[in-house]
């Protein structure tokens, strides 16, 4: 049997209004990172792809997504920013539905086989009657006439988020601007189960929301070691963070303790906690932190800074870490776990079906000599946007002889006999790739005799 391609099913539902310039709107995440396709590395381009998704609110495959981290990524702070809706006329080809046919006087003898029914039903009762209409070219034919497109007008319904007309400034209202301080763990530990994965694409995503809230953003790295403080106070300043977040590499161990130490020390300078008017006010900014939690300690916060805590479990803990895991739920305000173990890349066969749907419209558009502006523009995002299809699936869903042969594993305790045999598996079939099928057969009989 014939199987069709994940990417290209064999019927879609026709594109609602708006569907293609919010999915243009969507990827404007792209110009965020300021950073070209061709020369991003696919594995941004993958995370960048689950962060969207998860600003617009949609499943990814093998994670399920808590109600209160939903509520961080979407909220939008009272005042600043308000949901607009405007209704755009536009036009498009059509093309109408089926061919249509006419009846006309016939044009010419040659087309006799176009002679309607009715008058060749006249032909066989009066020879003479139908030879006086033919001459006097009064004899009806029916004639096909092809399907040609036409341009129709059509309203499209746009929403957008934009700062209320009516707000005053906040300074004059009382209202302070919202501060966030993320805290990203970037330990040897975060490589496993597609731990480092979903925190770049889940904090990249908590960081967009936060700039276009023109927040005053505070991120940190930390494995066993504090790494070097980023400030984001303007959009010019974003780019820079968020490539700061795409490129870096998990090394070292974790060290929760330093880390919100650090944290808590700034935020105590940055809203000026030892004033002495403010001595007994909560802070303007909360930290979010997202880690695997693998720490032994765990500081106390203070009870008037607001910790919100993602833990990214995948495997087992090990009871060394228990208590500090403990601790650290107990420290935070919100707490919530995500299982990145079945992480898989959201499914983009409906925005592949809309590019391509949207390639053939320009094209048309173009043949009939009535491009615009506007066309060539959406032209050079749509070319944009499956460059950055193609790049992600370049090494997309491929794993390497060795790193089946680990997968292979079982995560129990296996014994010395066992271990080394397996570990042959993995190299050979690294080694001998037409092999390694047979090879890693080998080692899983003899790890169930033994």
Known sequence: MNSTPADRPTWQAPAAPGELAELYRSWGILDLVEGTVERMPPEWLRILEIARNLLAGKTIPGIDVPADLTGLIHHTKEGVATRRVKVQVRTRLALPPKSDAIVTPLRDLRDFPHITASELLLRDRSRR?????LLSGSVDALYNVERTPSLEEYEEIIEEDAPEEEAPEEEASGRKRQKVYALLDVSNSMRDHNKVIF???LMLAYLVKASQ???????RTFANTVHARSDCHSAEDFAALAQRVLSVAPDGGTD???ALGSAIGDIRHIDDMTAASRIFDAPDTEILLISDCESYSIPHVPQRIKLHTVHLKGGRMMTAYREGFERIKAESATFNEIDTTELDLPDSARERWLLRQ??????TSYALDISTDEAQ???AKLELLQAAYERMAETGGRRSGFARGVKSMSPQRLSLRALVAAMAAAVGALLHP????ATRRSAMVFRQRH
């Open 213 to 219: 809230e023109r927040a005053d953003i505070y991120f």
């Open 434 to 437: 037409r092999r390694g099928h």
């Open 199 to 201: 925190a770049k694409a």
């Open 358 to 363: 949207e390639q053939t419209r320009l094209a």
């Open 256 to 258: 929760i303790k330093d």
């Open 129 to 133: 009657l139908f030879n006086y209409r």
């Open 377 to 379: 523009a959406i032209t």
